[in-house]
């Protein structure tokens, strides 16, 4: 049923007057509650996806609970996991200004353009989009790849230029300044240990590229990360942790500052999941052994429009 105020029948309409639409404000200011748009889901993806078989791209669609065109893990990202066996290649294209690898296992080699570059596990690579990208396994390799996409395509539009050069962040530079963090005396007073991945072209946000925002970080044994929220949909992804690793998710806090009713997502190695945007989540370690993960959010678009708006409890 359309809920648009209708023009009155005597006045005559031009042309050009066709598609416009007036609404009352309350019937429209909130289009998640009354159900004209969907809200963000919660999924998990395993690591059996991607961990045995053929050569493949695997994409996290959620485009058919998200209602719109897909493949599109959110309303302006996709995640998929990578798989290419020794010798194999493969051509990344997306329509998109901001991409970024993580090599879940092996190494191999990397052409964008005129950049050429090797990889090997661990290792990050945040790419522009104007150029194709070839990735070459040298070794069976695995990894988790996020872009923007499905951004361009809701605005209708197409990359026009490269905001950045393609980045490597080798895995042993990344853990080493990883683990500085971790054994700084002050870590365990902050709301979580960890590095973000920072871009010099891009110092206002201190982000992976202007749109894209990676965080590499440690939950340690026997910890808890309190609830937090933040206006950015996260794409986790968990590197590796022992059992008794989880996430509880909900979209409100008790009078504690407890997450009501909420979601749980146990972790596993090589499992992605989605923290919709607004929703509070905590992550615990309920074992005597760290735990590593990589959030990976629009959160540069986020801190550059002033919306990100992180809370904790």
Known sequence: MNSAIQPHSNLEVSPHEIDAEYFEYSKAANPISANLITRIPYQTFPASLYDSGPSRTVALDLSDKLECEGPATGPGLCASFIRLNDGDDVTLAPNATSQVLYVIDGSGSLAYGENTFEWT????IALPGMNSTIVKASADAQFYWVHDEPLLRY?????SEDRFTPTLYPANVASAKLREAADDPRAQDRSRISIL????KFPQTRTVTHVLWAMYGILPGGSIQK???HQSIAL????DCPTGCYSLVGTELDENGHICNPKRVDWTPGLAFVTPPGYWHAHF????REAFLIPIQDAGLQTYLRSLDIRFS
């Open 197 to 200: 991945l920072g871009n010099s």
């Open 227 to 229: 609830p937090h929220r």
């Open 285 to 288: 370690n309920e074992s005597d």
């Open 155 to 159: 605005l209708g539009v197409s990359r």
């Open 236 to 239: 986790d992804f968990i590197i």
């Open 121 to 124: 596990k661990g290792c990050f």
